[in-house]
């Protein structure tokens, strides 16, 4: 049997709590007072948005997944709509920092990611890629973490596919250099995370900000809150 050597965590309601559907109605308010100014109607960004995110999840592999993104959201504002990059940036190191307040904060986040440091694994976030890498790193320091504490951070400049396709979790392999049976995938979400178990990567589910829209059965999946993922990571 092989060594568990890597820990993959999801980060959006695993290591930051967060109701999700409050986060994204916070994200999109906050995205849309910026750019009206700029000549987007709110409306018709945040469906371009949500259009451009599909594009991510459908991504096939051949671009990353930011080209997925703006070529999607290019096909309604037009092609010139990278020359507005800029301010997306300068909202997601600005105003985005206010997002924070619709997220939660859970403590033992930190604790579990000093013990297993502290144990010598590696620690990778495989988080759903659809935010460039200054969106993540902001929700990483939400946690109570650092962008140092993770081998690879994906995010939409550096894959080229989404959860819940098996091929992100192989993307993620390739780059951590290391085999299922050497991996454990720790996340919240039943239908994306557990997408691991098709390549054999064991999950463990975080059930404080469970998804589970698909009513899966999950009797025979390690799950619980902090205390009990502490316990499954002392067995690893």
Same mark, same amino acid.
């Given at each position: 049997?092989?060594?568990?050597?890597?820990? $993959?965590?999801? !980060?959006?309601?695993?290591?930051?709590?967060?109701?999700? %559907?409050?986060?994204?109605?916070?994200?999109?308010? $906050? !995205?849309?007072?910026?750019? *009206?100014?700029?000549?987007?109607?709110? @409306?018709?960004?945040? *469906?371009? +948005?949500?259009?451009?995110?599909?594009?991510?999840?459908?991504?096939?592999?051949?671009?990353?997944?930011?080209? #997925?993104?703006? *070529?999607?959201?290019?096909?309604?504002?037009?092609? %010139?709509?990278?020359? =507005?990059?800029? +301010?997306?940036?300068?909202?997601?190191?600005?105003?985005?920092?206010?997002?924070?307040?619709?997220? /939660?904060?859970?403590?033992?986040?930190?604790?579990?990611?000093?013990?297993?440091?502290?144990?010598?694994?590696? !620690?990778?976030?495989?988080?759903?890629?659809?935010?460039?890498?200054?969106?993540?790193?902001?929700?990483?320091?939400?946690? /109570?973490?650092?962008? @140092?504490?993770? #081998?690879?951070?994906?995010?939409?400049?550096?894959?080229?596919?989404?959860?819940?396709?098996?091929?992100?979790?192989?993307?993620? $392999?390739? #780059?951590?250099?290391?085999?299922?049976?050497?991996?454990?995938? +720790?996340?919240? =979400?039943?239908?994306?995370? $557990? *997408?691991?178990?098709?390549? /054999? +990567?064991?999950?463990?589910?975080?059930?404080?900000?469970?998804?589970?829209?698909?009513?899966?059965?999950?009797?025979?999946?390690?799950? &619980? &809150?902090?205390?009990?993922?502490?316990?499954?990571?002392?067995?690893?």
């Amino acid at each position: 049997m092989s060594k568990i050597t890597t820990v $993959l965590f999801d !980060l959006d309601g695993t290591l930051l709590p967060m109701d999700q %559907d409050v986060f994204v109605k916070a994200y999109f308010g $906050l !995205l849309a007072k910026k750019l *009206a100014p700029h000549g987007y109607d709110p @409306e018709k960004l945040i *469906a371009a +948005i949500w259009q451009g995110t599909a594009a991510m999840v459908k991504n096939d592999g051949s671009v990353t997944n930011e080209e #997925a993104f703006w *070529a999607s959201f290019a096909t309604v504002f037009g092609e %010139d709509v990278r020359k =507005d990059e800029p +301010i997306f940036d300068a909202y997601y190191r600005n105003e985005f920092a206010q997002v924070q307040k619709s997220c /939660g904060f859970a403590p033992q986040a930190a604790e579990v990611i000093a013990y297993l440091k502290e144990r010598g694994f590696r !620690l990778a976030l495989a988080t759903n890629p659809i935010f460039p890498a200054v969106a993540t790193e902001s929700r990483i320091r939400w946690a /109570g973490l650092h962008r @140092e504490d993770f #081998a690879l951070v994906t995010t939409y400049e550096n894959s080229r596919h989404c959860k819940p396709n098996p091929d992100y979790y192989r993307d993620v $392999l390739e #780059a951590l250099g290391c085999t299922p049976k050497e991996c454990v995938m +720790i996340g919240n =979400d039943a239908t994306e995370d $557990l *997408a691991a178990a098709t390549l /054999g +990567i064991p999950v463990f589910l975080l059930t404080d900000c469970l998804i589970n829209k698909k009513e899966a059965d999950l009797s025979a999946i390690p799950h &619980g &809150g902090f205390d009990d993922l502490l316990a499954y990571l002392q067995t690893l």
